[in-house]
């Protein structure tokens, strides 16, 4: 099934001083969702943001929180970041021994379910869970810092989860390297939703987001023309 192209812009490349502006000014400038980078200092060599960071950004997103949780446990922080204002929240299958609980509890919530794919994970780990998820997030670089490059072995990853989900209205989420010239790739192999960081916020600020509109809309135009 073939989803509309979504850019959901990372504010882990945004001015962490002025998360709320930053929000209402990549919406304005075209922004389809608000990606929050979760990382703990433990699954991944990182530590960014919590529950509370996400409940104070909540009043100045209108669109969509997709909340990315590189976290290991998941399962205890789940409600958190529910009650926090996430809609969409994803866990790592990598991140725990029982990824379906993880995925029930999610759900449970009331929120959408995303499940996320390190580079070196195979897609036969999801194939049972298929019927579980709204959303899979494939990495296309090692989790834990922004502005890495992309890796290219994981358009084909991208081409066979496709199939897999054959007509289910399951979105593919890439997360890592989104550039004009990697957004026709994943998406010609099937990926709808693009989270890009660097690519969005470079050479724009609050006081000027319109470089901000110039990139989603670049990244939106490789993408769909690539389809």
């Not at 959408?112 to 580079?119: F, H, Q, R």
């Not at 709204?134 to 290219?152: E, H, K, R, Y």
Request: aromatic share 4%; glycine share 10%.
């Amino acid at each position: 099934m073939q989803l509309p192209i979504k850019i959901a812009p990372s504010i882990l490349s945004a001015d962490f001083a002025n998360f709320g502006a930053e929000c209402r000014a990549i919406e304005a400038e075209g922004a389809d969702w608000v990606h929050v980078d979760v990382m703990d200092g433990h699954f991944v060599p990182n530590l960014t943001f919590g529950p509370a960071m996400c409940a104070a950004i909540r009043p100045h997103i209108k669109t969509v929180m997709d909340v990315h949780l590189m976290i290991a446990p998941v399962d205890p922080y789940i409600a958190a970041f529910a009650n926090a204002g996430a809609d969409i929240i994803t866990a790592h299958i990598e991140a725990g021994p029982h990824i379906h609980r993880t995925l029930q509890a999610i759900r449970d919530t009331g929120k959408k379910a995303g499940l996320a794919l390190n580079p070196g994970t195979g897609i036969e780990a999801v194939e049972h869970l298929l019927d579980m998820v709204d959303l899979i997030c494939v990495m296309t670089v090692n989790p834990g810092f922004g502005g890495q490059s992309f890796i290219a072995s994981q358009v084909d990853k991208v081409r066979r989860l496709r199939a897999m989900l054959g007509a289910r209205p399951v979105h593919i989420e890439i997360d890592g390297g989104v550039t004009v010239e990697t957004a026709p790739l994943v998406a010609a192999a099937g990926a709808d939703v693009l989270v890009a960081g660097s690519a969005v916020f470079k050479g724009g600020s609050v006081a000027n987001p319109a470089p901000y509109g110039a990139h989603i809309a670049a990244i939106r135009a490789a993408a769909e023309a690539a389809r």
